[in-house]
């Protein structure tokens, strides 16, 4: 990559970029724009993997609503995540938890750390 486009994207990347980790559940705090108006819409549930990329960064979060699984695609350096609240922190052992998908109910739970 050319050193101009590394310079672009260094400026455009978040000096608040929250710290969570494959596993996690967290809170996205999203704006929305509806018309001219503009809302944050929490969006809550776990994460399934972490694609690293600079400011390209991205992260997918799971979450089953009304018994419909809702995943979400979120970019990490993006204005329109306005923040990343972490609500616990989950033990895995995989980089990319794409079997949850499968699972419903008590299986789809990831194990929680203890300090």
Request: positive net charge; glycine residues 8%; aromatic residues 4%.
């Amino acid at each position: 990559m050319s050193e101009i486009i590394k310079e672009i994207e260094k400026e455009q990347l978040r000096a608040d970029a929250p710290s969570f980790n494959v596993g996690d559940t967290v809170k996205v705090h999203g704006k929305i724009k509806e018309g001219d108006k503009e809302r944050i819409q929490i969006f809550e549930g776990t994460v399934l993997k972490i694609q690293n990329g600079s400011n390209r960064t991205t992260f997918t979060v799971r979450k089953v609503s009304n018994g419909c699984g809702v995943e979400k695609t979120w970019p990490l350096h993006s204005p329109n995540v306005e923040k990343v609240e972490v609500v616990r922190r989950g033990k895995v052992r995989r980089a990319k938890l794409n079997y949850l998908r499968d699972r419903v109910g008590k299986n789809a739970k990831v194990k929680e750390v203890i300090k």
